[in-house]
């Protein structure tokens, strides 16, 4: 919880963020990739390699929510989405400059549109701009486990299964970076260079009590596909491993029980 006199900065499209988010929040698209080249080769790690190059971008919220619109296919439990993994070719307005501190707002920011075309299963993948390195850094894991799995021909999997597994290998992305011995995964942080903590090496303490509150987050969402789904999905994991319950998920379309 913030105190009353926490002093906010106003995005323009109507978020307000405080100093200790901002010390860490990810603005353009440039801004973003070194974050999400680390986190392909998180995959990697994994022996979980995302064979196509696929472009990511940071959009505004009227981008993004335009972006869902013209998705066929798409399940969004959340009052806001905040990330989506593109099928469909269209034109995206990105943003190209971060925008600079004007007063208490944030002003200046320069967008260009940009046209996506369709080379695989998958266009693109679309990031909210304006968020913490590790919120951004967990939307990216869940987006790219949705591209994963359609470059993967993983087909007409039911919500609780693909939101389950894909919000599994985002918290274990955050789990890799707030608890670094947890699992033995690497930790993608020396990667991004983002925040001022980051480029320390290590991670501020206001940054691993924002990993541990999104850890939380998606451990206790109350939903069907995106809260029962991922307790599901952690469990086979656990269980099971992996590996195992994705080739399991492929062969059945569900998790081992």
Not at 36 to 54: F, P, S, T, V, W
Not at 113 to 128: D, S, Y
Not at 196 to 206: D, I, P, Y
Request: with cysteine; hydrophobic share 35%.
């Amino acid at each position: 919880m913030e105190s009353w006199n926490t002093r906010y900065y106003s995005l323009e499209d109507g978020r307000s963020l405080c100093l200790e988010c901002m010390e860490s929040a990810i603005m353009d698209t440039g801004d973003c990739q070194p974050l999400y080249h680390a986190i392909r080769d998180y995959y990697e790690g994994m022996n979980m390699k995302l064979d196509q190059q696929i472009p990511m971008l940071l959009v505004e919220r009227q981008a993004l929510n335009e972006a869902i619109v013209g998705e066929k296919n798409g399940y969004h439990h959340m009052p806001e989405t905040r990330g989506l993994c593109l099928s469909e070719e269209q034109t995206v307005t990105s943003i190209l400059r971060r925008p600079r501190i004007g007063g208490n707002r944030l002003v200046g920011m320069r967008t260009q549109p940009q046209k996506l075309t369709r080379k695989c299963e998958v266009t693109a993948i679309l990031v909210l701009y304006g968020l913490p390195r590790l919120l951004t850094g967990a939307i990216l894991a869940h987006e790219l486990m949705h591209g994963w799995l359609r470059l993967k021909g993983y087909r007409n999997l039911n919500p609780e299964v693909e939101e389950g597994i894909c919000q599994v290998l985002s918290y274990m992305w955050l789990e890799s970076e707030v608890l670094p011995d947890y699992r033995n995964m690497p930790s993608t942080s020396s990667a991004s260079t983002s925040s001022s903590s980051s480029k320390k090496g290590g991670k501020s303490e206001v940054e691993k009590k924002l990993g541990e509150f999104f850890m939380h987050q998606i451990a206790h969402d109350a939903s069907p596909a995106y809260g029962e789904g991922f307790r599901i999905a952690n469990a086979a994991v656990n269980k099971y491993g992996l590996r195992r319950t994705l080739e399991h998920i492929r062969l059945t379309g569900n998790f081992p029980l």
